[in-house]
């Protein structure tokens, strides 16, 4: 799978994030129940989404991977043939049984098997419960008729409520080193106070700053690894 790389330059470049607020000196020295300060602070928690909101529009909004095709697409070329990672179908054992074996049935550019294992479904809140069933369920009806559900064990599930598309569904192969979605980290989320009375900002306006700022990136790894249906049924 390495070797198909070698064709194609495929950068992600880091981009600097920081959300900063200030508050007055007085709305923190009299906050009589102490309710002020601690929102401030949480913002250095809350700022963990961060990496999971960069990542997940990304994801949505098909940007183009390292072959110059959109992440997913029905026309990424493996030795001069059209490959697709991009469906429609609506979520059930039978579509997630079907883009397995579409995943696994890639190739490599010399035509050797990639040996791919999809076993993650990763769908929004909305496709929760179908997902359960598809993962856990011993028996499925169809029709009417009790059958055995041949995804059971095939698959875990993940629910994202980053994800905004409640049609959309993809399944992933996370078990190699390069995964399907990058997230890089250039410079770790630091969370910074400025309320010291030696800090400029109190002494000459009597107000304190708090602010997280980092230097990151999110970008597609192969496409290979994920595969995405729109849930529209056309």
Not at 130 to 145: D, H, P, Q, W
Request: net charge negative; glycine share 6%.
């Amino acid at each position: 799978m390495l070797n198909d790389l070698k064709a194609f330059t495929y950068s992600i470049t880091k981009k600097d994030w920081e959300v900063t607020v200030e508050v007055s000196r007085d709305d923190i020295e009299y906050d009589q129940i102490g309710l002020v300060k601690p929102r401030v602070q949480q913002m250095a928690v809350e700022s963990e989404t961060h990496y999971d909101e960069m990542l997940f529009e990304l994801i949505e909004s098909n940007a183009v991977c390292y072959d110059g095709r959109a992440m997913f697409a029905i026309d990424h070329n493996i030795g001069g043939v059209a490959y697709s990672n991009l469906g429609s179908a609506v979520l059930s054992t039978a579509s997630a049984l079907a883009a397995r074996t579409q995943m696994k049935s890639l190739v490599s550019d010399g035509g050797k098997s990639l040996k791919l294992k999809p076993t993650l479904l990763m769908v929004p809140p909305e496709l929760e419960v179908e997902a359960k069933r598809i993962c856990t369920n011993e028996k499925l009806v169809v029709g009417g008729v009790e059958v055995e559900n041949d995804a059971k064990g095939l698959f875990d599930y993940i629910v994202i409520d980053d994800l905004t598309d409640a049609n959309a569904w993809y399944l992933l192969d996370v078990s190699k080193p390069i995964k399907p979605f990058i997230v890089q980290k250039n410079k770790p989320i630091e969370f910074v106070a400025m309320d010291s009375v030696t800090d400029e900002n109190v002494f000459m306006r009597k107000s304190y700053r708090y602010g997280v700022d980092s230097q990151d990136n999110a970008g597609f790894g192969l496409w290979q690894l994920a595969y995405k249906s729109t849930g529209t049924g056309a």
